[in-house]
């Protein structure tokens, strides 16, 4: 019995974009800052298991995830003994083992968690490597101003348990100019806290703030690390952050220096002609004014291709955009492509990303606000197979 056939769709990730995206990255800062590659959402949908050995081969040692599950899905992962995982947010007091045992670094914002890691450490004999994450009005997690002064004298007693790899906030929307003065008292409250730090530890550990935005646009607060999640994959945090930096740059709009590593493609599975006044698909929901050629594609909804694209979506055949005609059905969708010649059975439909001279962008799909690219890149479908396109 054959073991599997190939999907419907696949994930392409292009290891030659990834290192360019690296690379662009590592000039914007000093050398001595370095780069986390954040991994949470299964890797912004490209997948944590391809992605990460890639992003080591780039040259990234240290890598950020949200859970416990998916550091022990990095750590499984990795390839180079050395890589470092960092848990940015939840990690259970029954998982504080595993993470110790691994040398896991982990994110404490509360003060039973930082009791319960020095209680787990001196089970396990061996030191906990923490980062404490600080309030400084992101307003979500990190210790709160008036337990600083608790938490830096419960380190430094028990550092024998505890080993503070870094101190770290959050900012709240640095992709934003209209959050300026937020994020420059934010950066005001962790330097209150980073020289209450210097007067209570032996030393300060490395300070951690900015992602990506912040990385791009701030460098007084790129400090000793920065967390970067959604450039290394090519994309801009916002549409502000791609215009202030292709301006710094004296780059002219076009000549993107990120670039996308996802390409998601398919096939056309059928071909037919349509009569002026037929409708195509479900209902009447779409009336061919003419004689048209349909091809269609075994993409749907349940591929993440949402009914939000019905009449309204765009794929690339032949390096040219070919619309979405009907309803996208829960597995399948029409495409218009009637303009097509030689448009045939096989051929190649590009979902996301480049084919000849045109780009079907992540924000393409029904997209009005900045954010957008997260949400529609984590949303793939992890059962979509990915498979690494070798650069050179
Ligand atoms: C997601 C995340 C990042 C990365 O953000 P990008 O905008 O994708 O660079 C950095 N830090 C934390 C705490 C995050 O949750």
Request: with cysteine; hydrophobic share 35%; aromatic share 6%.
């Given at each position: 019995m054959k073991s599997s056939f190939l999907q419907p769709s696949v994930i392409e990730l292009d290891e030659g974009a990834l290192k360019n995206n690296i690379q662009f990255l590592k000039h914007r800062a000093k050398n001595s800052v370095k780069l986390s590659s954040v991994i949470k959402g299964n890797a912004y949908g490209h997948g944590i298991t391809n992605f990460l050995p890639i992003a080591e081969s780039s040259g990234m040692n240290h890598f950020s995830v949200f859970s416990a599950n998916e550091a022990l899905i990095a750590k499984k992962t990795q390839t180079h003994p050395e890589t470092d995982i960092m848990i940015m947010g939840m990690i259970r007091d029954d998982e504080l083992e595993w993470a110790i045992e691994n040398d896991v670094e982990f994110y404490i914002f509360e003060l039973d968690r930082l009791e319960a890691a020095i209680e787990s450490a001196?089970?396990?004999?061996?030191?906990?490597?923490?980062?404490?994450?600080?309030?400084?009005?992101?307003?979500?997690?990190?210790?709160?101003?008036?337990?600083?002064?608790?938490?830096?004298?419960?380190?430094?007693?028990?550092?024998?348990?505890?080993?503070?790899?870094?101190?770290?906030?959050?900012?709240?929307?640095?992709?934003?100019?209209?959050?300026?003065?937020?994020?420059?008292?934010?950066?005001?409250?962790?330097?209150?806290?980073?020289?209450?730090?210097?007067?209570?530890?032996?030393?300060?550990?490395?300070?951690?703030?900015a992602s990506s935005a912040a990385y791009l646009s701030r460098p007084k607060m790129h400090y000793d690390m920065a967390r970067i999640g959604i450039a290394q994959y090519g994309f801009w945090p916002s549409r502000e952050t791609y215009m202030q930096i292709m301006k710094s740059l004296d780059l002219d709009q076009g000549e993107d220096p990120l670039k996308r590593v996802l390409r998601w493609k398919s096939e056309i599975m059928n071909i037919k002609w349509?009569?002026?006044?037929?409708?195509?698909?479900?209902?009447?929901?779409?009336?061919?004014?003419?004689?048209?050629?349909?091809?269609?594609?075994?993409?749907?909804?349940?591929?993440?291709?949402?009914?939000?694209?019905?009449?309204?979506?765009?794929?690339?055949?032949?390096?040219?955009?070919?619309?979405?005609?009907?309803?996208?059905?829960?597995?399948?969708?029409?495409?218009?492509?009637?303009?097509?010649?030689?448009?045939?059975?096989?051929?190649?439909?590009?979902?996301?990303?480049?084919?000849?001279?045109?780009?079907?962008?992540?924000?393409?799909?029904?997209?009005?606000?900045?954010?957008?690219?997260?949400?529609?890149?984590?949303?793939?479908?992890?059962?979509?197979?990915?498979?690494?396109?070798n650069g050179d």
């Open positions: 001196k089970k396990m004999q061996k030191r906990a490597r923490v980062h404490l994450q600080i309030e400084t009005g992101m307003n979500r997690t990190g210790f709160e101003e008036p337990t600083w002064k608790q938490v830096f004298e419960t380190v430094q007693k028990n550092k024998k348990e505890i080993k503070v790899e870094g101190i770290c906030t959050h900012y709240a929307g640095a992709e934003s100019v209209a959050n300026y003065y937020r994020i420059e008292n934010q950066n005001n409250q962790l330097q209150k806290a980073l020289n209450l730090a210097k007067d209570i530890l032996d030393e300060l550990p490395p300070v951690h703030a349509v009569n002026s006044g037929d409708f195509i698909g479900y209902g009447n929901v779409y009336l061919a004014g003419r004689r048209m050629k349909i091809a269609t594609v075994p993409i749907g909804y349940t591929h993440g291709f949402g009914r939000n694209l019905t009449n309204a979506g765009y794929v690339l055949i032949h390096g040219t955009r070919a619309g979405v005609v009907g309803l996208v059905n829960m597995n399948m969708i029409t495409i218009n492509v009637t303009h097509i010649d030689g448009a045939k059975k096989g051929d190649e439909v590009v979902l996301i990303g480049q084919q000849g001279d045109d780009e079907i962008t992540v924000a393409s799909f029904g997209e009005m606000t900045n954010n957008l690219n997260y949400e529609v890149l984590v949303r793939l479908p992890t059962t979509i197979p990915r498979i690494v396109q």
